[in-house]
């Protein structure tokens, strides 16, 4: 049953998410299409994104609190690290910046976005991994909800990349400037993510270029291996998948990562929560409606086991059990559903929806 929203406050809030979820572009996010070098990759998303990336610096300022100036120097704190991880993006932010009309401190803002005043993005979001015995088929998707504050649907963008280098081609859901976050790669190397809590500030790498860094692997277990081998400075959670037919869910931790292993093989299902035996001494209930919406998922997806497919899967992220923190967010901690994602690992698709699940449009994008 639907709650009904009693306070106008909330209704204030809802019609403010439904005008940034539908303003600019209605019926899909912008594509950006860049080929070449890691330079001219980064020159060539710039190029094409110069408003929006300005857009998101200007949000990351609004949601951080502070000016490019203090946002700036936290970010290039990062550079030593993000260059040890591959030389290569930072090749890529330099042409960003050249693109954008930017500097090169205010590009390396967009990768670590909260992260440069040593605070925590928050994220709710709602994520899938399933293959085998599953899905119809026996084909592997992956997928989730973005949740996030509305004004985030106002600089999202689709972004395809084709190295010349032998790295392998990408299509990713993003934000205008920021090299990494959520998609799949030639090989169906896909991941998704949870925003996990309770993990105070320590030296290391933001989540962004790691995910980025996941798509230039070819399989799931080349992921898992990547994340044990650099420490990141927040906790998270990711889930993946490949075109082989694996899966994977992964927490993320500043002292290491925990291989989550669901209730069955053939899935894995994440919210806001901690679950694995490692890390559930670090759950502080931050996010109540999480332990309900991963019950709910799980409900979800027992009652089409065997039979899921992509459109399954979007009805699942489109659902309001719980609202106005259901798997298709409305506000709940000012976090609403404002992308959602689902790769066909099998068939190398990625498709995009933009705004709330169970309104907003799907678009399929071949990588």
């Not at 809590?197 to 962004?208: C, I, K, R, S, V």
């Not at 992308?339 to 933009?354: C, F, K, M, P, Q």
């Amino acid at each position: 049953m639907v709650t009904v929203l009693r306070a106008s406050a909330r209704s204030t809030k809802i019609e403010t998410a439904r005008h940034h979820l539908n303003s600019r572009h209605v019926n899909r996010y912008p594509l950006i299409e860049a080929a070449g070098s890691a330079f001219e990759l980064g020159l060539a998303h710039g190029h094409q994104a110069t408003d929006l990336v300005e857009g998101y610096l200007r949000l990351i300022e609004k949601s951080t609190g502070r000016d490019r100036s203090v946002l700036a120097g936290g970010a290039m704190s990062f550079v030593e690290r993000i260059e040890a991880l591959s030389p290569a993006y930072l090749e890529e932010v330099r042409g960003l910046a050249e693109g954008a009309g930017i500097t090169f401190e205010e590009a390396m803002i967009c990768q670590v976005r909260g992260a440069a005043v040593r605070g925590i993005d928050h994220e709710g979001c709602t994520a899938f991994a399933l293959t085998g015995e599953a899905t119809r088929q026996g084909k592997t998707l992956a997928g989730q909800n973005q949740d996030l504050g509305a004004e985030f649907a106002d600089v999202g963008i689709v972004l395809h990349l084709a190295p010349n280098d032998s790295r392998p081609r990408v299509t990713m859901f993003t934000f205008a400037g920021q090299l990494g976050y959520m998609g799949t790669n030639e090989h169906g190397v896909s991941h998704f993510a949870n925003g996990l809590g309770n993990a105070a500030y320590q030296p290391g790498l933001t989540h962004y270029p790691l995910k980025r860094r996941c798509f230039e692997m070819s399989n799931v277990a080349e992921c898992v291996n990547i994340l044990r081998q650099h420490r990141v400075c927040s906790a998270g959670n990711m889930v993946f998948c490949d075109g082989e037919g694996d899966i994977a869910d992964v927490e993320i931790r500043p002292e290491g990562i925990a291989v989550f292993d669901d209730t069955r093989p053939c899935q894995r299902l994440h919210t806001n929560h901690y679950i694995s035996n490692e890390f559930t001494s670090h759950e502080d209930n931050n996010t109540p409606d999480s332990v309900p919406r991963l019950d709910r998922i799980r409900e979800l997806v027992a009652q089409s086991w065997g039979d899921i497919t992509v459109d399954t899967m979007k009805q699942v992220l489109a659902d309001h059990e719980g609202d106005p923190g259901a798997i298709c967010r409305h506000g709940e901690k000012g976090s609403f559903s404002v992308a959602g994602y689902i790769a066909d690992a099998s068939e190398r698709v990625l498709h995009v929806r933009r705004g709330f699940g169970c309104t907003g449009t799907w678009t399929e994008y071949a990588v």
